[in-house]
């Protein structure tokens, strides 16, 4: 009884604390989107080529290029979604951020440098090399596009948890309309700073979430005298599910298609990095291959600090908020992080008010970098890859070509504002999950078939991309995510789920490889023998890049 008042009391003087307070909320937070808004505006005037729009001008040394690949990597899904996850599910939600960091291994060994020294601006320069353009092309393009907007329906989803948090939102139309400026506002960053203002955007972005995460890393940790045992045991205990907390099995484990279902989202977070548009496109603001590679070196070392971090959080506020409280505020967990860092800052106190102003503004300018990354990934492989290559073939100007970029960020956008609006109540690190599961279906194989088997042909590439992005999103539309489960899923009060897994990477991925091998193996088109051995000349020293 006293433990169920004490409880509703606070969530009581924490609604009461956080309207006092909104003014001052609402104005740090605010300053933080101006601030970051400021930075975009003045890398946007010194856009003035492709080359700048798309890669940046390749001016960014290693450590400015690691610190914005861990700003586009550390998105709303590692920040909310995973101490949400691990605040609900203990274990099983901690596995986000292994599979999330170990994945880097995967880009840093078989893609990062290859990939810089073959292509241009897009993944479509390296698979059009040594294959027919125009199909290429179009496939890369579109792959491009969808995995970009699966992950951006995270961003939105977490971006509409946040600010309606903020602003004492509780409607659905409130919570749609915040998606809806979002959108807005990743198209201003876009359209106006390309590369450039994206870039300085995802360091700045990265500086502060680092620097929010270990803030309050070290407050949670105080609360417990610095002693993790303690921090644990409390979180187990007032999970309500005691010692199974803290072992495999909670959310995965419970019956064989739960346990299926790990696997496949081992597999996806694995595996996608490596085949993710917006992450593949860093690679080309480095100068270098070298480059490329240390840049990769600097964000596992930045990201592994972060992800440690998740797990100070995810307990935190397991064992400070409790799981009931989480859940009133977002059935998925995605309001723990701000949560908690109200609780730390004093509840009912100006401290209070500032630190969830400050660690949600922190949170907001991550999902905008990311959004940005994505937008520009997908926008830039449209103009590159199917509006100069395929539609114009290769007679576009440059200042068509970057007119016909802001176009797309104007239409993709768009996409994400109505399919976001549907996703505002799922988690944000599973929806996240899903985008990782369609990369590495689509994307992943086509490129180290490219890069590696010199049998490969463009039947295989456009077997590979078209099968592996197909298979994916059709069995994404069947499972559980988009239906069936009344308070998690896309489209409530249906149920249409046939497919039982949550993340489709088990089929999907070898799917995509195998298609990618039999679509060769069947293919009437000879190899191109010397251009594959042109393309492992360039991938490996880097000879002729641009």
Same mark, same amino acid.
């Given at each position: 009884?006293?433990?169920?008042?004490?409880? !509703?009391? &606070?969530?009581?003087?924490?609604?009461?604390?956080?309207?006092?307070?909104r003014p001052l909320i609402i104005?740090?937070?605010?300053?933080?989107?101006?601030?970051?808004?400021?930075?975009?505006?003045?890398?946007?005037?010194?856009?003035?080529?492709?080359?700048? =729009?798309?890669?940046?001008?390749?001016?960014?040394?290693?450590?400015?290029?690691?610190?914005? /690949?861990?700003?586009?990597?550390?998105?709303?899904?590692?920040?909310?979604?995973?101490?949400?996850?691990?605040? *609900?599910?203990?274990?099983?939600?901690?596995?986000?951020?292994?599979?999330?960091? &170990?994945?880097?291994? /995967?880009?840093?060994?078989?893609?990062?440098?290859?990939?810089?020294?073959?292509?241009?601006?897009?993944?479509?320069?390296?698979?059009?090399?040594?294959?027919?353009?125009?199909?290429?092309?179009?496939?890369?393009?579109?792959?491009?596009?969808?995995?970009?907007? =699966?992950?951006?329906?995270?961003?939105?989803?977490?971006?509409?948890?946040?600010?309606?948090?903020?602003?004492?939102?509780?409607?659905?139309?409130?919570?749609?309309?915040?998606?809806?400026?979002?959108?807005?506002?990743?198209?201003?960053? &876009?359209?106006?700073? @390309?590369?450039?203002?994206?870039?300085?955007?995802?360091?700045?972005?990265?500086?502060?979430?680092?620097?929010?995460?270990?803030?309050?890393?070290? *407050?949670?940790?105080?609360?417990?005298?610095?002693?993790?045992?303690?921090?644990? @045991?409390?979180?187990?205990?007032?999970?309500? !599910? %005691?010692?199974?907390?803290?072992?495999?099995?909670?959310?995965?484990?419970?019956?064989?298609?739960?346990?299926?279902?790990?696997?496949?989202? %081992?597999?996806?977070?694995?595996?996608?990095?490596?085949?993710?548009?917006?992450?593949?496109?860093?690679?080309?603001?480095?100068?270098?291959?070298?480059?490329?590679?240390?840049?990769?070196?600097? $964000?596992?070392?930045?990201?592994?600090?972060?992800?440690?971090?998740?797990?100070?959080?995810?307990?935190?506020?397991?064992?400070?908020?409790?799981?009931?409280?989480?859940?009133?505020?977002?059935?998925? #967990?995605?309001?723990?992080?701000?949560?908690?860092?109200?609780?730390?800052?004093?509840?009912?106190?100006?401290?209070?008010?500032?630190?969830?102003?400050?660690?949600?503004?922190?949170?907001?300018?991550?999902?905008?970098?990311?959004?940005?990354?994505?937008?520009?990934?997908?926008?830039?492989?449209?103009?590159?890859?199917?509006?100069?290559?395929?539609?114009?073939?290769?007679?576009?100007?440059?200042?068509?070509?970057?007119?016909?970029?802001?176009?797309?960020?104007?239409?993709?956008?768009?996409?994400?504002?109505?399919?976001?609006?549907?996703?505002?109540?799922?988690?944000?690190?599973?929806?996240? $999950?899903?985008?990782?599961?369609v990369a590495a279906s689509a994307?992943?194989?086509?490129? *180290?078939?490219?890069?590696?088997?010199?049998?490969?042909?463009?039947?295989?590439?456009?077997?590979?991309?078209?099968?592996?992005?197909?298979?994916?999103?059709?069995?994404?539309?069947?499972?559980? /995510? /988009?239906? #069936?489960?009344?308070?998690?899923?896309?489209?409530?009060?249906?149920?249409?789920?046939?497919?039982?897994?949550?993340?489709?990477?088990?089929?999907?991925?070898?799917?995509?490889?195998?298609?990618?091998?039999?679509?060769?193996?069947?293919?009437?088109?000879?190899?191109?023998?010397?251009?594959?051995?042109?393309?492992?000349?360039?991938?490996?020293?880097?000879?002729?890049?641009?």
């Open positions: 009884m006293s433990a169920a008042y004490d409880s !509703h009391h &606070v969530i009581q003087l924490a609604a009461s604390s956080t309207a006092e307070h104005t740090l937070f605010a300053a933080f989107v101006a601030a970051t808004l400021g930075i975009t505006v003045w890398a946007g005037r010194q856009t003035r080529s492709a080359s700048d =729009f798309y890669a940046g001008g390749r001016q960014f040394t290693a450590f400015q290029n690691g610190l914005a /690949v861990s700003g586009d990597y550390m998105s709303a899904a590692s920040f909310l979604g995973i101490a949400g996850a691990i605040a *609900l599910f203990g274990y099983d939600g901690f596995l986000y951020s292994i599979g999330f960091l &170990v994945a880097w291994l /995967v880009a840093l060994l078989l893609v990062a440098e290859p990939l810089r020294n073959s292509g241009r601006y897009t993944m479509g320069d390296v698979l059009a090399y040594r294959m027919r353009q125009r199909p290429v092309r179009t496939a890369a393009g579109v792959s491009t596009i969808v995995v970009s907007i =699966f992950y951006l329906l995270a961003q939105m989803a977490g971006a509409g948890v946040l600010v309606s948090l903020l602003l004492g939102i509780t409607s659905d139309a409130g919570k749609i309309l915040i998606v809806a400026l979002v959108g807005v506002l990743m198209i201003v960053y &876009v359209t106006i700073g @390309g590369m450039k203002g994206t870039t300085w955007v995802q360091m700045v972005k990265a500086v502060l979430l680092i620097a929010g995460a270990l803030l309050m890393t070290f *407050l949670v940790l105080l609360k417990f005298n610095f002693n993790i045992s303690d921090l644990l @045991g409390t979180a187990a205990s007032k999970s309500g !599910h %005691g010692a199974a907390f803290l072992e495999p099995g909670l959310k995965y484990g419970a019956t064989g298609t739960s346990k299926l279902d790990f696997l496949s989202l %081992g597999i996806a977070l694995v595996l996608g990095t490596a085949g993710l548009p917006h992450i593949l496109i860093r690679f080309y603001t480095v100068p270098t291959a070298k480059a490329a590679r240390k840049s990769v070196n600097w $964000a596992i070392g930045i990201i592994g600090a972060f992800y440690l971090m998740t797990i100070a959080l995810g307990f935190g506020a397991a064992a400070l908020i409790g799981p009931d409280e989480i859940r009133a505020k977002n059935q998925a #967990g995605n309001a723990a992080a701000p949560q908690l860092a109200e609780y730390l800052g004093g509840v009912g106190t100006t401290g209070g008010a500032v630190l969830l102003a400050v660690i949600s503004a922190v949170a907001f300018a991550t999902i905008l970098a990311v959004v940005a990354g994505l937008t520009l990934a997908s926008s830039s492989s449209f103009a590159h890859d199917i509006y100069a290559n395929v539609i114009r073939k290769g007679r576009a100007t440059e200042r068509e070509e970057m007119r016909a970029a802001r176009w797309a960020t104007v239409l993709i956008g768009a996409v994400a504002i109505l399919l976001g609006a549907f996703a505002r109540d799922m988690n944000v690190a599973g929806l996240v $999950a899903l985008a990782f599961a994307n992943l194989p086509t490129l *180290l078939y490219s890069l590696f088997w010199k049998r490969f042909t463009t039947q295989g590439a456009l077997w590979s991309i078209y099968g592996g992005l197909a298979g994916s999103v059709f069995l994404v539309l069947f499972s559980p /995510v /988009v239906s #069936g489960n009344p308070k998690t899923s896309m489209f409530k009060g249906v149920d249409f789920a046939w497919f039982p897994l949550e993340n489709p990477g088990l089929i999907s991925i070898p799917l995509g490889f195998l298609l990618g091998w039999l679509g060769s193996l069947l293919s009437k088109e000879e190899p191109d023998k010397g251009k594959y051995a042109e393309l492992e000349v360039k991938s490996l020293t880097g000879a002729g890049a641009h």
